[in-house]
């Protein structure tokens, strides 16, 4: 043993201190790294970069995630995972996105958002009978008009003819310039509409056509009973608008494609009654209906505003998290695993826009609907942005709770086409690492690199030490020296002694 210690070289000892030195930090890296993230940096860039560049498909993982939260009909989400939805609380064209434009000279709607809106007049509001009725024959060539003025002037042309609700309803919708003028001629809506449903209900089994005609009238009625609602709510007459949606919901159970609950929860928020806004919650934020940044941001808040008063980050730190903390930290992890683009809006770090008349669940158009309308409430109560805004571990609850099926990579390309062009649309966002893993990484990368610059050229090496070893020292030789110079020998003797 003591001649192979012999026989060892200078280069073994420096190879065995640089291997023991990056080792020692590896070690500490990763324990610090699992205290903050629960989980080993090494196994998570195996699993996640690695192992699909080797060919491995990590399927049981989402198997198991997806079975342990009870989702067990991912493939259909995934398949309609970038489906454009309706906007719940669209804006009225003429009353609110019009006056925009006339303002800003802006156009807040795109083309693309525009055609989705025909389509969707075109499927509610018209059947295939509509050529024997002449003013339902106009109304059905109006829906598919591009230009405003001809919409409307159909309209009129219809009204001529007799009472009709769809007429009626394109011009609330497009030629209104208030929300009051928009109000009375939806109840002039309303009063024809009602009077051809309950026409085609008695009708109804007579037919196909009596049938298509029925669920055509059904539509009508429905979406004007909605835009009254929405249209109480926004000249301040809240209760009423609330009292408004509940009977139609109440009438209307199956028509769940309106998300009137929606329209709903945001009503009760304004009126501050948590506790209606809990118990519609309970009955749509099941595991089997579709979610949505409003079900889970108003879940969030909440929660949040049972500890939001009371929350410091500092105390919570110290004595841990309570129950009711805890739940209001993973609701908030829900809420942003869904729609991570929502807390820009809402700690207004991001300007708002109007919200399109379409959105993209979980994507930053959804984000806008929801902030544009839910802001407020958020502000009314007190504390709720502050937890939000401490809340450092935005957005790393993307990659902690997998809740929901994963992020679509389409959202970006589809929110680019609902939102206006002036807007910059907010895109997924990506962790950026700490700069304790880029240090290490770099200290470790730079310490690899001198010792096999040192192994290979021991003696080139060792003159660039010096000179940088001198280089170094050099300011403090400097100082020394001029110490030296100043001080009586004497003193300087006795210091150096000591």
């Known amino acids: 043993m003591s001649m192979f210690l012999n026989t060892l070289t200078p280069k073994f000892y420096v190879a065995l201190g640089t ?22 940096f090494i196994e998570q860039v195996s699993v996640s970069h690695l192992r699909p560049l080797l060919g491995g498909v990590d399927n049981n993982s989402s198997n198991n995630s997806n079975s342990s939260n009870g989702d067990s009909d991912s493939n259909r989400q995934s398949v309609s995972e970038c489906k454009v939805w309706r906007n719940p609380l669209n804006l009225f ?14 156009e807040p709607l795109t083309y693309y ?8 007049h075109q499927t509610f509001f ?11 024959a106009i109304m059905q060539k109006a829906w598919r008009e591009r230009n405003p003025q001809a919409r409307i002037s159909a309209a009129h042309e ?5 009472e009709c609700a769809t007429a009626y309803i394109l011009l609330a919708e497009e030629e209104a310039t208030t929300i009051a003028e928009a109000e009375k ?4 809506a309303l009063k024809a509409g009602d009077g051809c449903y309950r026409r085609s209900q008695q009708l109804q089994h007579h037919g196909s056509q009596y049938e298509a005609q029925h669920r055509r009238d059904t539509n009508v009625l429905v979406y004007i009973k909605r835009r009254l609602a929405m249209c109480a709510r926004r000249l301040g007459r809240t209760r009423e608008a609330v009292k408004m949606m509940r009977d139609l919901m109440k009438e209307f159970p199956l028509l769940s494609m309106f998300n009137i609950h929606e329209n709903l929860l945001e009503a009760l928020l304004e009126l501050q009654a948590y506790a209606d806004v809990q118990a519609v919650l309970a009955k749509y934020d099941d595991i089997s209906l579709p979610k ?37 930290v993973e609701a908030i992890h829900r809420a942003v695993e869904f729609n991570p683009h929502v807390p820009k809006y809402l700690l207004e770090m991001k300007s708002l826009i109007l919200p399109p008349e379409h959105i993209l669940k979980r994507g930053d158009s959804e984000a806008i609907a929801y902030a544009f309308f839910h802001l407020a409430h958020w502000k009314r109560v007190e504390g709720a942005l502050n937890l939000l805004h401490s809340f450092r571990m935005i957005p790393y609850p993307l990659e902690k709770g997998h809740l929901f099926y994963p992020y679509p990579i389409c959202t970006e390309t589809a929110d680019r086409e609902l939102l206006p062009s002036f807007h910059e649309v907010s895109v997924y966002p990506k962790k950026e690492l700490p700069f304790f893993i880029l240090f290490t990484a770099g200290l470790c990368s730079f310490t690899a690199m001198l010792a096999l610059l040192t192994h290979q050229f021991p003696e080139l090496m060792g003159v660039f030490a010096k ?22 020998s004497s003193l300087w003797h006795q210091l150096t002694r000591i």
Request: aromatic content about 12%; charged content about 20%; glycine content about 4%.
């Open 19 to 40: 291997s023991s030195l990056i080792a020692g930090l590896i070690l500490i890296f990763e324990w610090w790294y699992f205290r903050k993230y629960g989980t080993s």
């Open 185 to 188: 001629l939806f109840k002039q």
């Open 126 to 136: 018209t059947c295939d009978s509509d050529h024997l009725r002449p003013a339902d």
């Open 292 to 328: 949505s940044a409003t079900i889970c941001y108003t879940a969030a808040l909440l929660k949040a505003r049972a500890v939001s008063d009371k929350f410091s980050p500092e105390a919570a730190s110290r004595r841990g998290l309570s129950t009711a903390e805890m739940n209001a």
């Open 467 to 488: 000179a940088f070893l001198s280089t170094l020292f050099a300011p403090l030789n400097f100082v020394m020296e001029k110490v030296e110079s100043i001080l009586p």
């Open 113 to 120: 958002d525009m055609n989705l809106s025909a389509q969707d």
């Open 158 to 162: 219809a009204l001529e003819i007799n």
């Open 93 to 106: 064209r003429g009353a609110e996105y019009n006056r925009y434009t006339w303002v800003t000279g802006r």
